[in-house]
């Protein structure tokens, strides 16, 4: 998958809980709604610098997706059932998302 490459389309998935992404390089991922709630890119989830991760309650299997919304080009927020709406996901990270097992 090409490093600059842009998502021609993100879709939602709401009865399979994922997110699935086309990007214009041919690349297709699906990341699930459990996945994308517990790597949030907030300060919140990820921790502030270079220390460990905060601990955090586990993410129930059946979160959805409420609504998401475009951040200018290059990234999307999200927001989750329960409650969570902070971080933005860039497109380089969605990517990182959906290759990482």
């Not at 994308?36 to 129930?60: F, I, T, W, Y």
């Not at 299997?61 to 329960?82: H, L, M, N, Q, T």
Request: proline letters at 8%; glycine letters at 8%.
């Amino acid at each position: 998958m090409s490093a600059d490459a842009w998502p021609q389309s993100l879709t939602f998935k709401r009865s399979e809980a994922c997110l699935n992404v086309n990007f214009d390089d041919g690349t297709h991922i699906s990341i699930p709604y459990q996945k994308l709630r517990e790597n949030a890119p907030s300060a919140d989830v990820q921790g502030h610098g270079s220390g460990p991760k905060p601990l955090q309650a586990p993410v129930p299997a059946d979160i959805s997706v409420e609504k998401a919304e475009p951040v200018g080009r290059y990234a999307i927020r999200i927001y989750f059932s329960d409650g969570h709406s902070h971080g933005l996901y860039r497109w380089d990270y969605l990517r990182q998302l959906g290759q990482v097992s």
